[in-house]
């Protein structure tokens, strides 16, 4: 690399001038990046703990708040999670609140003063907007009944505000038309556990990277998508020298740099290589026979199950009870040679990893997201994973954890844990169920039968029914549906129709304000006060530090107001004598507006549902006195590892392991295929399409890309491409081109070389930027069993531009 | 610089007319076209620092990190970064920070090992793209 001669005086002169520069304003500045020492002078600041706002791993973050304004944060030396760091993006937190447009007044789209679909937005005072939406939501319930009007979250809500819709849409307004992101998100994982092991979330936590000998990822680009965690393996990798990290992967990613191996395979294949895997363990001997004897079942669900395409899809699995011989007997055709033929994973490569998870003196982590969550088949590859865990007997214990990380800070606590979804009620229940119905209802103090028992809309199949007119009245919070949704024409266009009325709840304008009739301007983060859950079980509180700018009001706020216009406001009549709030709180909008202590009253409320069967959350003290908690919380004592004794306080003594999720305290061995996607490459759109993230941005772009310096580090999303694929289109990095599929196209740069580098014949495009609407070309296809979305596989073709 | 401040003044009209109480567009960081990432060529110790965001953040990547890398056996930052200060040649290299040193377990701080949870350096540390400006700017406010 040839040096640039630059002089010492010029130099010092550039680096003078820069300094000087941010010292312009006066005030001390410790912006010199030649400055070690420049956290010990940020003096006079006011420090608060919070979760970090982004991504699933719940690092703590300290805020430092100065003149009612975030100005900086730091890492959480006394959090276990972060122990002291952030990554970029956590480090950017004081930014996110503070782009120049944050929405500050509600908007109604009118015209002649009056509110008209066609209208331009307009702004318009709280009273006026909550009357018009709880109108439209009466005119939409009086129309087509209750499950026309849909409320969208997300794993960004509040576990509070989460459960307040549960509460409201479901005990109030007796609609199930409940959703969140989160079934785009980690709903496989969520069958996943559930069908497995009977109980939602990991068993394990982040403790085990500590403990870990091979860490094996399934389609999880952490060094990007979970930093932190990743760390934490690279610290492992560093001080134990028999440490390994196996990167399976469909793209070739930064978390390779320090993999011993990275291993591609074709998409959709690793259901092929982990029957594989499974296949070796019982030919080397690696069953641990006691253990599945002692802890397992067999089981095998229906076959061939279709992929969620239709509007108005059904799946129920049927599963039938199988054994060991036919578990045998139903992977041997997964040899080494026809896996390799299936996925492009050398044999050899499938020895070795077969060799990690059978060896008894290795503790294996299988980590996983999006590669295994946005699947067709995602539930039965979360299955095929906790296969390889239960037949060798690891797990449940340090270092030995199957573990599905998560995406959005409170992707649990909220939607898993509050049950936010259509079919689920607090705590693991189901409306499906007449006791889990009747404990809500008693909690709610409801009559019985309010809470309607069948389960109305998936996430993908409530936006079908906005677009066929089975939903009328959409309302979504804390996320951004009309660039999320893959196959977002048919959606969008649905949207625009007439009749249909969209609420979108948001800090900043997105791609779903522009199709939105009211805009309701949201407080973020620390503006309010919160709770998040994130993916080791721990529950963690903030409290309210800075105001929300403008006429910007809190979710929950704005459920509680809606709630009253709805008739529904005796749902949340706490008491201000039992829920007094404290003498020098900062309260939140909710509180302050309701007298009560809203939050503390949702809470105490909210706990009931688990106590007893193993969801035990403490009281609402304990969380804002601590850096959280993992639950369940007995007497006190947070739980680090579930279904083992000595760990665990409902594994009766003795019993070594009991997965108390099922009825008789066994974990599921599944017997599931490989089947092939529903798209792929031929010969009209030859290539796969990939879509995801970058470690700059997250989800849609809507804070991270309004902080100047993550902005600047990754401005624009770039389909990557394999050299020599780019070569066969004679294509060069910076080209221009159009990426297309049966259902849309975007035009976009190309870029080889880049961070990622896909296998022969994908390309990857991130799907932030809101300039580059990659989900107009994705396809809808779900899981039947989660009905999560895949967003990871479809077929496109590719023209230049330039 | 000339994008820069047609985007403020587009902004400042946009808000204005929100102001007014009258039309918003409800778009948010449109502008129409897709772009591409080009970053710096200037190989390390040839460019001038770049100010962190606020004290205490993480320094920005002033220099292109082409064929630098950060792997189990070798982390190409540390050859400049480890001691920092001047390289011989005029040219001057940002230190890491004590807080890198100490092993967040153990407490141990060990002279001239990062630590393994600040290893990756790009976890936390970023080039900056030429010429990329924000569609929309942040809110005027005193830093520190």
């Known amino acids: 690399m040839p040096k640039t001669k630059i002089t010492r005086r010029e130099f010092i002169q550039w680096g003078g001038l820069t300094v000087a520069a941010v010292t312009a304003g006066g005030a001390l500045i410790a912006l010199n990046p030649f400055d070690a020492d420049a956290e010990d002078k940020l003096g006079g600041l006011t420090w608060d703990k919070a979760p970090c706002r982004f991504c699933g791993t719940g690092c703590s973050a300290l805020v430092g708040v100065e003149g009612g304004k975030i100005v900086a944060v730091k890492g959480d030396p006394e959090s276990s999670v972060n122990q002291g760091t952030l990554c970029m993006k956590g480090f950017s937190l004081p930014f996110i609140q503070y782009g120049a447009d944050r929405l500050t007044k509600p908007l109604i789209r009118k015209k002649d003063g009056r509110y008209d679909k066609r209208g331009a937005l307009v702004e318009a005072e709280w009273d006026e907007a909550l009357d018009l939406v709880a109108a439209k939501a009466k005119e939409a319930i009086a129309a087509k009944g209750p499950a026309a009007a849909a409320l969208f979250g997300s794993g960004q809500w509040t576990i509070w505000e989460g459960y307040a819709a549960a509460k409201l849409w479901k005990g109030g307004l007796r609609s199930n038309s409940l959703e969140v992101n989160a079934r785009h998100c980690m709903s496989s994982a969520v069958t996943g556990l559930m069908t497995t092991f009977g109980m939602d979330e990991p068993m394990g936590s982040y403790d085990d990277f500590e403990h870990a000998d091979a860490f094996i990822l399934w389609g999880a680009n952490m060094a990007e998508m979970h930093p932190i965690l990743f760390s934490k393996i690279t610290a492992r990798l560093l001080a134990a020298p028999q440490a390994r990290l196996y990167n399976l992967t469909t793209v070739s990613n930064r978390s390779s740099a320090m993999a011993a191996k990275e291993i591609l395979f074709t998409p959709q294949s690793d259901l092929a290589i982990a029957n594989g895997i499974a296949r070796l363990l019982l030919e080397n001997g690696a069953l641990n026979a006691d253990f599945v004897a002692k802890h397992c079942v067999f089981s095998r669900g229906k076959e061939n199950i279709g992929y969620g395409l239709e509007d108005g899809f059904k799946f129920k699995d049927e599963p039938s009870p199988a054994d060991l011989e036919q578990f045998r007997a139903y992977v041997a055709p997964y040899t080494p040679e026809y896996v390799e033929k299936i996925s492009g994973v050398p044999a050899a490569d499938l020895r070795e990893l077969a060799g990690l998870y059978g060896d008894p003196q290795v503790k294996v982590m299988s980590l996983w997201t999006m590669g295994m969550n946005q699947h067709t088949r995602g539930t039965w590859i979360n299955n095929l994973v906790y296969n390889l865990h239960l037949l060798t007997g690891k797990i449940s214990e340090p270092g030995n954890q199957p573990y599905s990380l998560t995406g959005q800070p409170s992707a649990c606590g909220t939607t898993r844990e509050v049950g936010t979804f259509t079919h689920r009620l607090p705590a693991d229940q189901v409306v499906t169920n007449p006791e889990h119905r009747a404990h809500a209802e008693g909690i709610w103090g409801l009559t019985p039968g309010t809470i309607p028992e069948k389960p109305t809309y998936n996430a993908v199949e409530m936006m079908r029914a906005l677009d066929r007119g089975d939903v009328l009245f959409f309302w979504s919070q804390t996320t951004n549906p009309f660039q999320n949704y893959a196959n977002l024409n048919r959606y969008r266009a649905g949207a625009l129709k007439d009749g249909r009325f969209i609420v979108v709840s948001d800090v900043y304008p997105t791609r779903s304000t522009e199709v939105a009739d009211v805009v309701l301007p949201a407080a973020m983060w620390v503006e309010k006060e919160g709770a998040f859950g994130n993916a080791e079980r721990r529950t963690h509180f903030w409290k309210r530090m800075t105001d929300a700018p403008g006429e910007a009001k809190s979710d929950l706020w704005q459920l509680l107001e809606f709630a009253k216009r709805m008739g529904h406001g005796g749902l949340f009549g706490y008491s201000a004598k039992e829920f007094p709030i404290p003498k020098r709180h900062k309260a939140s909008d909710a509180s302050r507006t309701a007298g009560v202590y809203v939050e503390k009253a949702l809470w105490e409320e909210y706990r009931r549902f688990g106590l007893g069967h193993g969801h035990d959350l403490a009281p609402f003290e304990a969380y804002h006195a601590s850096r959280g908690l993992r639950w369940p919380v007995v007497d006190g004592k947070e739980t680090v590892i579930r279904y083992r004794e000595g760990f665990d306080p409902y594994v009766p003594k003795g019993e070594g392991v009991r997965f108390y999720g099922n009825n008789g305290g066994k974990a599921v061995v599944w017997l599931r295929p490989y089947e092939p996607p529903p798209e792929t490459p031929d010969a009209a759109y030859p290539f796969w399409l990939c879509t995801g993230r970058v470690l700059e941005h997250w989800h849609s772009g809507t804070m991270t890309r309004r902080v100047p310096s993550l902005y600047k580090a990754y401005p624009h999303a770039t389909a990557n491409l394999h050299p020599d694929d780019a070569a066969r289109l004679g294509l060069k990095g910076g080209e221009k081109i159009r990426i297309a599929s049966r259902r849309g196209s975007v035009e976009l740069f190309a870029e080889i070389g880049g961070r990622v580098t896909p296998q022969k014949g994908m390309v990857y495009v991130p799907w932030f930027d809101e300039d580059v609407m990659i989900n107009e070309v994705t396809l809808d296809a779900y899981c039947p069993i989660s009905q999560q979305t895949d967003y990871k596989k479809c077929a496109v073709k590719i023209e230049r531009l330039s | ?144």
């Open chain 2, 1 to 144: 610089m000339k994008k820069f401040w047609l985007t403020c003044l587009a902004l400042a009209a946009a808000l204005g007319a929100a102001a007014a109480g009258k039309v918003f567009s409800g778009k948010g960081l449109q502008t129409g076209a897709p772009g591409m990432n080009r970053y710096t060529d200037q190989p390390p110790g040839s460019t001038a620092p770049l100010p962190r965001p606020y004290p205490g953040a993480p320094p920005l990547i002033p220099h292109s990190i082409d064929g630098l890398g950060v792997t189990r056996a070798a982390n190409d930052c540390l050859t400049c970064h480890l001691e920092g200060g001047e390289l011989g040649d005029g040219h001057r290299s940002a230190k890491i920070p004590p807080s890198h040193f100490t092993n967040p377990y153990t407490k141990e701080t060990k002279s001239g090992e990062v630590t393994g949870t600040r290893y990756n350096c790009l976890q936390c540390h970023a080039p900056q793209a030429v010429g990329a400006v924000p569609p929309v700017p942040q809110e005027p406010r005193r830093s520190l």
